[in-house]
């Protein structure tokens, strides 16, 4: 007898109540749009349509992946950001609402879309950041860096997906060693997480983001460290660092930088209140 929608989403949603996935029959529903490319409009109006086997063999597969905590975005390889809909792989962090802080600090910052920036994102990951900011500013050029040479691929991706070619370019260094030119604004989300809060991270982020994206050494500064110094060469005296950072981190993070010449321009917290940006500018600039 064919399966209908509504079988498979009760069958869905004790699979994942058993694996102890919160909001189980949310998180079934989700799958089910997105696996199949259901509106949520047909899931209501049309519990009892009978579905192919191949449509239930990929939704099964779906709901596996999500029992063993697979994060929904990294099944669909898609996540929005800033609603903008960017690839994302296992090679790279999820961009995440809290990084949307450094978006908005930046366009609060330089509120005329018409000017025209030279822009730097060293950790580019997906490359969220620079691609929004090249989206809202549409005169500007970027430039992504990242260590991880699978991270630029996912970059790559994006870049032409929003048909970046001709405005960003991406390199393939460690933060921003043998770069050169100078740089308008500079935008960073480094790993910050502490080694000693492994322990308390969920399933989700400990198992399928990569830990070189999320682990900043002991104390969770070891990127803010190895940063400072190329940042000072590479930003303009009239420029802005707008740099994420994890709570309770902000005046470590000072000390860090002003010790490489910068001073805090504007702390930033983000929607739950946390600080969670820096706007830094050259002392002497």
Known sequence: MALTIRDVLLEAQKKLEQAGIVNSYQEARF????????????????????????QIEKYESWVLRRSSYEPLSKIRE?????SLPFIVKAETLDPRPDSETLIEAVLKTYSS????????????????????????????????????????????LNLKRFKLQD????????????VEEEFDI???????IAEKERQVLSPEVIHY????????????????RSLAPHVFRLLKFSGRLFLEIGQGQEKA????FKESGFIIHEWIPDLAGIIRCGIFQKEHA
């Open 167 to 178: 405005r960003l370019r991406l390199i393939n260094t460690s933060w921003g060693e043998g």
């Open 186 to 192: 500079i935008i960073s989300n480094p790993p910050y």
């Open 78 to 82: 898609e996540k929005e950001f800033w």
């Open 209 to 224: 983001d990569p830990e070189v994206a999320l682990f900043g050494g002991e104390d969770g500064l070891e990127a803010y």
């Open 113 to 156: 879309r018409e000017m025209t920036f030279n822009i730097l994102d060293l950790g580019v990951g997906t490359g969220c950041l620079i691609i929004t900011l090249l989206h809202e500013y549409p005169y500007s050029l970027g430039v992504g860096i990242d260590k991880s040479a699978s991270a630029l691929e996912v970059a790559q």
């Open 253 to 256: 993070v000072e000390k860090i």
């Open 31 to 54: 799958l089910l749009m997105y696996a199949l490319n259901f509106s949520l409009e047909k899931i209501i109006v049309s519990p009892h349509k009978k579905l192919t086997t191949k």
